[in-house]
């Protein structure tokens, strides 16, 4: 369970519908609304989901991940770089934390979008450079 759902305004449903969140008691919800029934799945569920394909995809061009990172912040230590690698070896417990708005607006004009079903699977993850559709997950 999470307070937030960290992908809000980048989710929609199988039919190219925004999915709203809603809280019950703490805990963040999708709500995928489904012939006037509005289902709440579980925000961190589905953000767990994306963060390991997110994850999966850097991991598998961890070297040039790691390399660019360094070169963005200017180090090209041996201490960074394992912190660098121990961050995205970690990325899939940064669940429940929020994203900064102003990033998720620029993800979204990026076009990074998550589409989920009305039972909260991850059936696609459109990142910016390339697709990742169900097959891939």
């Not at 019950?24 to 994306?50: K, L, M, P, S």
């Amino acid at each position: 369970m999470a307070e937030h759902a960290m992908f809000a305004g980048l989710v929609f449903d199988e039919e190219g519908n925004p999915v709203d969140v809603a809280w019950v008691g703490r805990n963040a919800c999708y709500v995928v609304v489904e012939d006037d029934f509005r289902r709440h799945i579980d925000a961190a569920t589905v953000d767990r989901q994306v963060l390991r394909t997110i994850k999966e995809q850097v991991a598998a061009h961890k070297e040039l991940a790691v390399d660019g990172v360094l070169q963005m912040m200017g180090k090209d230590d041996l201490f960074t770089k394992v912190a660098v690698e121990s961050s995205i070896e970690k990325m899939d417990e940064v669940v429940g934390q929020p994203i900064p708005e102003e990033a998720k607006q620029l993800l979204g004009m990026l076009g990074f979008r998550i589409v989920i079903n009305i039972h909260g699977d991850v059936l696609e993850v459109a990142m910016p450079a390339g697709e990742i559709d169900e097959d891939d997950l």
